[in-house]
């Protein structure tokens, strides 16, 4: 059984840094890269960091019906292809997905049993600092993603779990734990436990 775990942050709050370990520490967690009409920022890499697009080539993914969810973000699309869910299914292993708070929304309308867990920064002020210290952005982007987040957290009732990531180290133990949790739900090991109830059979 396939579980679909959202995870989403306010830009800056660390979740990149959670969903990198996740990733090191079960391999087996398929992931999935979001398509986006963005440019290359930074170190990123086409089909690594994201599978990049025209904005003429993106919509018409979505006039085809391509993609499980889609949004608009700062001025740019971006989107969740379905074949990924179809592969991870196929194959018995879990979804993570790493998806702003619109993608979040869609995507729980479609998968109601899938789990969503929302990131925090411990403040503005920190919040305000990790995205100075990463030097990618300029003034008036950093105003407009601090403006954006003090939205996005607005939504964390959405969400089925939120990690305050103050501590990183804290962090991605919680965020291991809510997957180790998910997977021991009834629903998921029922064709596990019913084996061993039959052991106890006279």
């Known amino acids: 059984m396939t579980t679909v775990f959202i995870i989403s942050a306010p830009s800056g709050s660390g979740k990149s840094t959670l969903v990198k370990a996740v990733r090191e520490w079960d391999p087996s967690i398929r992931f999935s890269i979001s398509y986006t009409t963005r440019p290359p920022r930074g170190q990123e890499r086409p089909g690594e960091s994201y599978h990049y697009l ?3 080539e993106f919509l018409a993914r ?3 019906d391509e993609f ?3 949004a608009q973000v700062f001025g740019y699309y ?4 379905r074949g990924v869910l179809e592969e991870a299914r196929a194959a018995g292993c879990d979804l993570l997905l790493d998806i702003d708070v619109q993608g979040a929304r869609q995507l729980k309308n479609r998968i109601r049993d899938a789990v969503t867990i929302f990131v ?7 919040l305000e600092q ?3 210290a990463r030097s990618e952005d ?3 982007v950093i105003a407009r993603r601090l403006s954006e987040a003090a939205e996005e957290i607005r939504d964390y009732r959405l969400y089925d779990y939120v990690i305050v990531n103050d501590q990183i180290e804290t962090s991605v133990e919680t965020l291991k734990s809510i997957i180790r949790a998910e997977r021991a ?6 064709e596990q436990i019913l084996p061993i109830l039959k052991t106890f059979e006279l």
Not at 185 to 190: A, F, H, L, T, V
């Open 120 to 126: 925090l920064a411990p403040s503005q002020k920190e």
């Open 62 to 64: 979505i006039e085809r």
């Open 185 to 190: 739900r009834r629903s998921r090991i029922e």
């Open 54 to 56: 025209t904005e003429a």
């Open 130 to 132: 990790r995205l100075r």
């Open 78 to 81: 971006y989107g969740t292809h």
């Open 138 to 140: 300029l003034e008036a």
């Open 68 to 70: 499980l969810e889609s």
